[in-house]
């Protein structure tokens, strides 16, 4: 009798694929629906119809069916809409591996781990990813970093999945709690249109749905990697290949001064990075805001000789930042660990575009998931809006009690099909906004206040779902760190559900103790 094989999962890049075709299909039977603005402002959606290229309503459109050619054709389009992520995706690689290259990773690592334990550097990054997550919305960048700390918890006798939900799961926490997010709590602020909230509104819950959320998830994570310190075998990533050929037992290597200059153009550019990020327009300051002071010295030399030399004219303002940027700085950090090394030309040139290399996997599986959101549509129109559309007919009506729990539901729901926080604030907060402003005005927290429970609901709830959607960066990063998403989804479940029990506890709860 022959032996049953054993069933293997398959790689992100294929999952990514079949999932573009289970999209590919629904469009043949899911209608599209499409986002309008009435004259007063109201957004409100109609079902079965579509917009034309100027702008106009089609009603009754019926579906917008996906043929084979679509199909192969998506990756392709979605590696050029994605041009900018892949290439700081690829250039960060390059970096880190003349880094690698150069011993300075190895040494820098020794010195972390003499001054540090292995729990309490789980604590300090995943404190430092979840700020990230919370300030400006961190998540797409994620793989870049990826590319450094995998590496670091391997060395320091973990594993992968360790230095993986360091990240990912301190960035969702970060993201679920959305203390001053721009573009997350601020587009859904935005798109509520009552005078009576700002980014501030809620702060407060926030900030301990931020505390509480994190403690948990640190605690969690903890769990797992005490358990994979004591006993290897147990490592989810046993035995996994990885794209970025971590070495498991990293030699004592001496911290020379060529190294420690390497270490220092490597930390400032991460330190310009998070700079950049950073919302500063949004943080007041003085008369001002904080930008006025951050970007100080480039206004002050812009119209200079110096200003003119160094492009201060065409440099973007800090906050302003995105992948562009974010590829030049690490660039340019490449460059200059090149020129501290004093490494030949063709030498510098391979070790670079080698780093590069070992990350198109993951660009391929970014690139195959933006064909996903191609197929489902945009924040205006496409199938999408659709099942939006379903999910807040369900909504409708629903008792004050359980309007916590329906929120909750109706963004686990709207969140398998739409993944922009930004987009499904603009569609859905109009509409959910309305609701909470009807349920609670008789309620003693008063109607901003129901809205300002539906901020929280919002950002705990899409980004919960987010974090676990088979997308680009999740599977991206398990595509590096060598583990299949099925292992990463049983893994991120166990670390994340005492979070999010945390949050529906704490918001349901927020209404009754005063903290809204």
């Not at 501290?340 to 998931?369: H, Q, R, W, Y």
Request: charged share 10%; net charge neutral.
């Amino acid at each position: 009798m022959a032996k049953k094989r054993a069933f293997k999962m398959p790689s992100a890049v294929t999952i990514v694929m079949i999932f573009l075709a289970v999209v590919a299909v629904l469009t043949w039977f899911v209608p599209t629906s499409a986002v309008v603005t009435d004259g007063d402002g109201t957004s409100r959606i109609i079902y079965n119809a579509a917009i034309d290229g100027e702008g106009n309503i089609i009603e009754n459109a019926g579906t917008d069916p996906v043929g084979i050619w679509e199909y192969f054709t998506a990756p392709i389009q979605g590696f050029a809409d994605a041009a900018e992520i892949a290439t700081s995706i690829l250039v960060s690689g390059g970096m880190i591996a003349l880094l690698n290259h150069t011993g300075t990773m190895d040494a820098g690592i020794g010195v972390l781990l003499k001054r540090f334990s292995g729990n309490t550097l789980i604590i300090i990054l995943m404190a430092v990813f979840a700020l990230m997550g919370s300030v400006y919305g961190a998540w797409e960048e994620l793989p870049a970093y990826a590319v450094i700390i995998i590496p670091l918890f391997v060395s320091a006798g973990y594993d992968a999945v360790t230095g993986m939900m360091v990240i990912l799961i301190g960035a969702t926490v970060g993201n679920m709690a959305s203390v001053v997010n721009p573009y997350s709590i601020g587009a859904a602020v935005a798109a509520i249109g009552n005078p009576d909230l700002s980014l501030g509104s809620g702060i407060l819950l926030r900030m301990i749905l931020f505390a509480v959320m994190l403690a948990v998830g640190i605690l969690m994570v903890l769990r797992y990697a005490s358990k994979v310190k004591k006993a290897p075998e147990s490592s989810m990533a046993k035995g996994a290949e990885n794209a970025l050929n971590i070495k498991e037992n990293v030699g004592v290597t001496p911290m020379t001064k060529r190294r420690k200059w390497s270490l220092a153009v490597f930390i400032l550019v991460i330190l310009l990075c998070v700079m950049g990020y950073i919302p500063w327009d949004s943080i007041p300051a003085g008369s001002g805001t904080a930008s006025d002071y951050v970007n100080g010295l480039q206004n002050a030399v812009m119209d200079s000789f110096i200003g003119q030399l160094l492009g201060a004219d065409k440099f973007t303002e800090f906050g302003g930042w995105y992948f562009i940027e974010f590829s030049v700085i690490w660039f340019i950090g490449a460059v200059a660990i090149g020129l501290i090394n004093k490494m030949p030309e063709g030498e510098f040139v391979n070790v670079f575009t080698g780093g590069a290399k070992d990350l198109v996997g993951v660009v391929f599986v970014l690139s195959a998931s933006r064909g996903i959101s191609m197929f489902m549509g945009s924040s205006e129109s496409g199938m999408s809006i659709t099942f939006i559309y379903w999910i807040q007919k369900m909504l409708a009506g629903v008792p004050l009690w359980a309007f916590v729990m329906a929120g909750f539901a109706a963004y686990f729901g709207i969140g398998l099909f739409l993944q922009s926080t930004s987009g499904v604030a603009g569609i859905t907060m109009p509409i959910f906004g309305a609701v909470a402003f009807a349920l609670f005005s008789a309620s003693a927290v008063g109607p901003a206040g129901g809205q300002t429970v539906l901020l929280s609901v919002f950002t705990c709830g899409i980004n919960f779902v987010c974090g676990l959607y088979p997308e680009s960066t999740n599977l991206g990063i398990c595509e590096m760190a060598g583990l299949s998403y099925n292992m990463f989804f049983k893994q991120w479940l166990k670390i994340l559900a005492p979070v999010l029990a945390a949050a529906v506890i704490i918001i349901s709860a927020a209404p009754y103790i005063g903290i809204v």
